[in-house]
């Protein structure tokens, strides 16, 4: 996962990168009237209809940089009946990539920003002196 909203999964036998950026979660959106958290959940429900796995896997392979013609050809390929629900979980993968990012990339200032990190690497404490007076 990436905080550009991208992953690379082994799919269709090779190593791909699936990216929904903001342009991709746009056209998701506009093909399937529903924002992205709400495909999430009925993927992850089992409430999930087949455009939801084919446009996720075709706008985000797009997003990944595949050409749009070449992106139509492997989903009509590869999900396909009696291989549909294998691919719901990895549908709902990509789509958590571009809501979540990488937990561990620091988001925000960078790291070592004398703003956010203090010199003795514990926040500063609250003056009593104010207080008192």
């Known amino acids: 996962m990436s905080r550009t909203g991208s992953v690379e999964l082994v799919w269709a036998g090779d190593s791909r990168t699936f990216r929904l950026g903001i342009e991709e979660i746009f056209a998701l959106q506009d093909k399937l009237d529903l924002g992205p958290a709400e495909i999430a959940t009925r993927l992850?429900?089992?409430?999930?209809?087949?455009?939801?796995?084919q446009e996720t896997?075709?706008?985000?392979?797009?997003?990944?940089?595949?050409?749009a013609k070449k992106a139509k050809e492997m989903v009509d390929e590869h999900i396909v009946p009696g291989k549909i629900t294998g691919h719901v979980l990895m549908a709902w993968a990509i789509i958590i990539s571009a809501l979540q990012g990488d937990e561990s990339d620091p988001v925000g200032k960078e790291?070592?920003?004398?703003?956010?990190?203090?010199?003795?690497?514990?926040?500063?404490q609250p003056s009593m002196e104010t207080a008192l007076s």
């Open 111 to 124: 790291e070592g920003d004398p703003e956010t990190t203090p010199a003795s690497g514990s926040p500063p």
């Open 44 to 53: 992850r429900a089992g409430t999930w209809r087949l455009q939801y796995v």
């Open 57 to 67: 896997f075709r706008i985000s392979l797009i997003g990944g940089g595949m050409d």
